[in-house]
């Protein structure tokens, strides 16, 4: 997947004060801003992406032709030898065989894991939810004798006859936490924007009021150690990103198939 800068969306939050009198721009940009800082403490890894992906078709170039002769297999339509890590291979064109399947099948591989599928297009028209099947959460199969087509007109839009697109959520649905966490600092939020006292560390580290001392945290330490000293907030942090990773480890194949994204 395409590297993201930020959350898709703001995260639902569970308000922790009274926000009955704020404007909804004041609070919509508060729980934005919220969610953002504790998407980034969290490690990146939490979050739902709606991506219109217009796939290409499936090569079958990791299925040697079977040795002892030149039978055809079901569904294709002809042979093209293929230089593949220095070896040599029959490479069929249409559909591919399946380790699973005693036949054929139509499907395409989505280039990760899928939170759940929203719409898929063929020739401008949405196909039914019982024509398609998710396997493995991201295998894309077509139901029904149906098959995917092999190729398509990139240069025209997905509304379109001649193409066809899958319009997928992908990511982690933030957990339970996240929005008792997103709540109570975009209540912090509101509360220093509105020049109120809120608990938001600052640079003061001790306050002497009447012969009282009262010890703040060290907001450059905190900061340090992915935390804001804020019980909901830092209590989700250290839940979800105990060893303060700025985010998920990924990998990368040079040999996987592209897949050709659509910003809508």
Same mark, same amino acid.
């Given at each position: 997947?395409?590297?993201?800068?930020?959350?898709?969306?703001?995260?639902?939050?569970?308000?922790?004060?009274?926000?009955?009198?704020?404007?909804?721009?004041?609070?919509?940009?508060? =729980?934005?801003?919220? *969610?953002?800082?504790?998407?980034? $403490?969290?490690?990146?890894?939490? !979050?739902?992406?709606? %991506? &219109?992906? #217009?796939?290409?078709?499936?090569?079958?170039?990791?299925?040697?032709?079977?040795?002892?002769?030149y039978t055809e297999w079901a569904g294709t339509s002809w042979i093209s030898p293929s230089l593949?890590?220095g070896q040599w291979f029959n490479v069929v064109c249409g559909r591919c065989t399946d380790g699973?399947?005693?036949?054929?099948?139509?499907?395409?591989?989505?280039?990760?894991?899928?939170?759940?599928?929203?719409?898929?297009?063929?020739?401008?028209?949405?196909?039914?939810?019982?024509?398609?099947?998710?396997?493995?959460?991201?295998?894309?199969?077509?139901?029904?004798? =149906?098959?995917?087509? *092999?190729?398509?007109?990139?240069? $025209?839009?997905?509304?379109?006859? !001649?193409?066809?697109? %899958? &319009?997928? #959520?992908?990511?982690?649905?933030?957990?339970?936490?996240?929005?008792?966490?997103?709540?109570?600092?975009?209540?912090?939020?509101?509360?220093?924007?509105?020049?109120?006292?809120?608990?938001?560390?600052?640079?003061?580290?001790?306050?002497?009021?009447?012969?009282?001392?009262?010890?703040?945290?060290?907001?450059?330490?905190?900061?340090?150690?992915?935390?804001?000293?804020?019980?909901?907030?830092?209590?989700?942090?250290?839940?979800?990103?105990?060893?303060?990773?700025?985010?998920?480890?990924?990998?990368?194949?040079?040999?996987?198939?592209?897949?050709?994204?659509?910003?809508?």
């Amino acid at each position: 997947m395409v590297a993201t800068y930020g959350p898709c969306e703001t995260w639902p939050a569970r308000w922790v004060c009274d926000v009955s009198c704020e404007s909804p721009t004041v609070t919509g940009e508060a =729980a934005a801003l919220a *969610t953002e800082v504790i998407w980034a $403490l969290s490690g990146r890894q939490f !979050g739902l992406c709606t %991506v &219109t992906l #217009r796939p290409c078709r499936r090569e079958c170039a990791d299925v040697p032709w079977p040795s002892g002769g030149y039978t055809e297999w079901a569904g294709t339509s002809w042979i093209s030898p293929s230089l593949i890590s220095g070896q040599w291979f029959n490479v069929v064109c249409g559909r591919c065989t399946d380790g699973c399947a005693c036949t054929a099948l139509s499907e395409v591989t989505l280039p990760a894991p899928v939170h759940s599928i929203i719409q898929v297009k063929v020739d401008g028209a949405i196909v039914s939810g019982s024509g398609y099947r998710l396997d493995d959460d991201r295998t894309l199969v077509r139901l029904g004798g =149906a098959e995917w087509p *092999t190729c398509q007109e990139l240069n $025209l839009a997905d509304t379109e006859v !001649g193409t066809w697109s %899958v &319009t997928a #959520r992908y990511g982690i649905e933030p957990p339970l936490g996240a929005s008792w966490a997103v709540g109570e600092l975009a209540c912090e939020l509101i509360r220093a924007l509105n020049g109120e006292d809120c608990r938001l560390p600052r640079n003061v580290t001790q306050l002497v009021r009447q012969g009282v001392t009262i010890q703040f945290p060290n907001v450059v330490e905190l900061l340090r150690e992915g935390l804001t000293g804020l019980y909901l907030v830092d209590q989700f942090v250290a839940t979800w990103n105990p060893g303060g990773l700025r985010r998920r480890s990924g990998t990368y194949s040079v040999d996987q198939p592209p897949h050709r994204r659509v910003d809508t």
